[in-house]
C-alpha cells in the first residue's frame, strides 16, 4: 500500500512567471514540477482524460521551426487541461511575409492570450518574447540555447525508474554543441547533484562546457563505463555548416551507442534519446530498441511533465516576478 | 481551543458509520470508498478496515484529489496555484455504490468538486457522501448521507481535523470564533 505523504513539496509555486532555463529552476522548484507531474501522468491514464483546470485560458503555440512531438505534446497538454489552443504554424503565418519577431509577438499579444509557448531557431527568442509580452512565456526550443521541458521530462523519466537523481552518473553523448537539450540537462541535473558526464568529437563539443560543472571525455567507453543512465543526443546535420567528423560512417564506429558498450553501463542502466533518432548514427538499432530503452516513456511522460508546467505558470508567480 | 471530538470518540464514531452503511446498503456487494485528500483518504481506510472486521470482505478504496477541479482555480490575476496530488482510484467506478469520504463538510464546494471528478471516472450506480463533521453553512445544494458529529459553527470558527497517520493523534477541534 502506498503511504500516505503530506507535504512533500516545501514550495507551491514556481519564482518565475516564464519558463525559459532550466538555470533558473531551484532545486524545489524542480521537484514541484516533478511532483506535479506526477498527479497529470494518472490524469491520462483515466477514462476521461480531461481536467478542467485551465478552463478559460488561452495558449498560443507558436513553432518557428518544424515539430512533431514537442508540439503535439504541448497541445495534448493544453487540452487535456482544458485550455484554448491556438497553433500558429511559420509556413502560414506573416513571418513569410517579412514580419518580425517583435511584431508577431505584439500582434498576438493584442488577442490577450494567458501563456505563449514558442519554438525559434534563434537562441534568446524566447527572452524577447517574455520581455515586450504580458503573457507567460514557454521556451520549447530556443536554436542552440535551451528547451527545458525535454529536460525536464527526462529528468522526470530517470526519477520514475532510479528514485532519485542525486548521485547518478548520466553519460550524455553525441552533438554537444548543437544541442539545446544537452544545456538544459546539464543545468538541471547538476542543479539536482547528479554527476553529469559529456562525451563527442572534439569539434562537436562547446568550448565552456567544462564551466558548467561536467566531466568531458572524448572516450566514450569512460562516458559509459558504470553510467545509472545513457542519454544520446541527435547529430544536427542541418545546423551543421562545415565538417565536424569524416563521415556518419567513422562517427558511429567511435561515438556510436552499441550492445558492446552498453555492457559497461550498470545492469540497470537506462538508454534515452531526446528524438528524432538516427538510427546507425548516435544509437544502434538494437539498443534504441532493446529492454533498456526508456525512448518511449520520454515521450509519454512528455505530457506530464508539460501539463504540470502549464499548470504552475497559469497561476502566475509566486512572489519576485508578480506584476 | 475546544476539543469536540477525542481518538476514542472518532473509533466509535466510524464503527457506528460502517454499521449504517452495511445497514442502509444492505450489505457490502458493489460498494466502494473513495477518500478525498488529504485527511478523507486515512479516514475511508478505516471505515475500510472496520467494514473488513465486521463482513469479512476487503471493500475497494481510493484517493481523490479534486484540485484540478477547485472552482476557485484562475480567479485570482496573479497567485500560486494549490499542489495538485495524486488520484489513485485503481478500480473501475461503474456501476458501483461510491462512498464518497471527507473529514469536514462546509460550504459543499469540495464536495462539487469531487462529484464532478468522480462522474469523469465513470457512471457509478449512486454516490453516498460520509463526513466525520458537518459544521454547516452550505454554499450549495449538498447533503451528506453518514455524519460523524453534527457541530453548529460561526464562520469565524474552523474545524480542525487531526488524525494518527497525517498529524501524529486524533482530535476535532474548534478554534478562533468569538469565544
Known amino acids: 500500500m502506498t503511504v500516505e505523504q503530506l507535504a512533500t513539496s516545501a514550495l507551491t509555486a514556481l519564482r518565475h512567471k516564464h519558463l525559459l532555463s532550466t538555470a533558473d529552476l531551484s532545486p524545489e522548484e524542480i521537484t514541484l514540477v516533478l511532483d506535479t507531474a506526477e498527479a497529470m501522468k494518472e490524469v491520462g491514464a483515466r477514462p476521461i482524460k480531461k481536467v478542467p483546470a485551465l478552463r478559460g485560458k488561452t495558449v498560443v503555440n507558436l513553432f518557428f521551426e518544424p515539430s512533431t512531438r514537442t508540439r503535439t505534446s504541448f497541445e495534448i497538454a493544453e487540452k487535456r487541461l482544458s485550455a484554448d489552443t491556438l ?18 509577438a505584439l500582434t498576438l499579444e493584442a488577442m490577450s492570450p494567458d501563456m505563449i509557448v514558442i519554438r525559434h531557431s534563434s537562441s534568446g527568442a524566447p527572452y524577447l518574447l517574455s520581455r515586450i509580452c504580458r503573457s507567460a512565456i514557454i521556451n520549447a526550443g530556443d536554436g542552440m540555447h535551451e528547451h527545458p521541458t525535454q529536460a525536464l521530462l527526462d529528468a522526470y523519466t ?10 547518478l552518473k548520466v553519460a550524455i553523448i553525441g552533438d554537444l554543441l548543437h544541442s539545446r537539450v544537452l544545456r538544459s540537462n546539464v543545468h538541471l541535473l547538476t542543479t539536482m547533484g547528479a554527476e553529469v558526464w559529456v562525451c563527442g568529437p572534439p569539434t562537436l563539443v562547446p568550448a565552456d562546457i567544462r564551466r558548467l560543472g561536467v566531466t568531458v571525455t572524448h572516450v566514450i567507453d569512460d562516458a559509459v563505463r558504470e553510467a545509472d543512465v545513457v542519454m544520446l543526443l541527435r547529430i544536427q546535420l542541418e545546423r551543421m555548416e562545415g565538417a565536424f567528423f569524416p563521415s556518419l560512417r567513422e ?32 544509437i544502434a538499432s538494437e ?10 516513456d520520454q515521450v509519454a511522460n512528455g505530457v506530464a511533465v508539460r501539463m504540470a508546467v502549464l499548470y504552475l505558470l497559469a497561476g502566475g508567480a509566486a512572489h519576485e516576478d508578480a506584476a | 481551543m475546544p476539543v469536540v471530538m477525542d481518538a476514542d470518540r472518532i473509533g466509535r464514531t466510524l464503527t457506528r458509520i460502517a454499521h449504517e452503511i452495511l445497514e442502509r446498503n444492505k450489505g457490502i456487494d458493489d460498494l466502494a470508498l473513495v477518500g ?20 469479512g470482505h476487503d471493500i475497494p478504496t481510493g484517493a481523490l484529489d479534486i484540485t484540478l477541479y477547485r472552482d476557485d482555480l484562475m480567479r485570482q490575476q ?28 462546509y460550504t459543499g464546494r469540495t464536495t462539487r468538486a469531487a462529484l464532478d471528478a468522480l462522474i469523469d471516472f465513470g457512471r457509478p450506480k449512486n454516490i453516498q457522501l460520509i463526513v466525520l ?47
Open chain 1, 87 to 104: 497553433n500558429i504554424a511559420i509556413a502560414t503565418s506573416s513571418v513569410v511575409k517579412g514580419e518580425t519577431l517583435a511584431d508577431t
Open chain 1, 158 to 167: 530517470i526519477r520514475e525508474r532510479k528514485k532519485r537523481l542525486s548521485g
Open chain 1, 251 to 282: 562517427y558511429f564506429a567511435v561515438f556510436g551507442m552499441t550492445e558492446a558498450r552498453l555492457r559497461l553501463a550498470k545492469p540497470d542502466v537506462m538508454i534515452m534519446h531526446p528524438g528524432p533518432m538516427n538510427r546507425g548514427v548516435e
Open chain 1, 287 to 296: 539498443v534504441a530498441d532493446g529492454p533498456y530503452s526508456v525512448i518511449l
Open chain 2, 36 to 55: 478525498v485528500r488529504t485527511r478523507g483518504v486515512p479516514i475511508a481506510r478505516r471505515i475500510a478496515r472496520s467494514l473488513k472486521e465486521i463482513t
Open chain 2, 78 to 105: 496573479v497567485g500560486p496555484q494549490p499542489l495538485v496530488r495524486r488520484t489513485e482510484i485503481a478500480f473501475s467506478i461503474d456501476n458501483r455504490k461510491i462512498l464518497l469520504v471527507d473529514d469536514v463538510l
Open chain 2, 133 to 179: 463533521v458537518d459544521r454547516g453553512h452550505r454554499e450549495l445544494p449538498i447533503k451528506a448521507d453518514y455524519v460523524g458529529k453534527n457541530l453548529p459553527t460561526s464562520p469565524e470558527e474552523s474545524v480542525q481535523v487531526h488524525l494518527q497517520e497525517s498529524d501524529g493523534r486524533d482530535e476535532v477541534v474548534l478554534e478562533g470564533g468569538a469565544a
